[in-house]
């Protein structure tokens, strides 16, 4: 072990800066929400804002639904697909700032949703 020198970075240190840009922000929180909602990223929109020194992210999306003639047919279906729309956004919240926090060592202060459509899907995806 070497003695610590003031003034003089630690053994091994490499001076630099490391940055992450807006766009690998924006494509991993897309890959992420895409990867909790069962969308693809494509159909994400990513943005970010400041929100007292921490990152607020905002994702706008589709979310995949039943056929509705199947609703009708079999009520119970929609719980196979997470629950009502408002529940499913909701319970995503806190895996994706979990998880964006984790890819990419930024801090969230929150992850707004904003559902722009629905697809309609057969399959079903449970959060």
Not at 25 to 30: D, E, F, G, K, N
Not at 55 to 63: C, E, K, V
Not at 88 to 93: E, G, I, M, T, V
């Given at each position: 072990m070497q003695p610590k020198v003031p003034g003089r970075p630690p053994a091994g240190f490499v001076a630099g800066h490391?940055?992450?840009t807006t766009?690998?922000?924006?494509?991993?929180?897309?890959?992420v929400a895409g990867e909790v909602f069962g969308v693809p990223p494509a159909q994400v929109?990513?943005?970010?804002?400041?929100?007292?020194?921490?990152?607020?992210?905002?994702?706008?999306?589709?979310?995949?639904?039943?056929?509705?003639?199947?609703v009708v047919r079999e009520p119970d279906v929609v719980g196979t697909f997470g629950g009502p729309l408002w529940a499913?956004?909701?319970?995503?919240?806190s895996p994706i700032l979990e998880r964006v926090?984790?890819?990419?060592?930024?801090?969230?202060?929150?992850?707004?949703?904003r559902i722009i459509g629905s697809t309609v899907t057969r399959g079903a995806r449970v959060l």
């Open positions: 490391n940055r992450i766009e690998a922000l924006t494509s991993t929180a897309r890959a929109r990513a943005s970010f804002s400041d929100d007292r020194g921490l990152l607020a992210l905002l994702l706008a999306l589709p979310l995949p639904v039943p056929p509705l003639t199947r499913r956004a909701d319970a995503a919240r926090q984790e890819l990419t060592g930024t801090r969230l202060s929150r992850v707004d949703l």
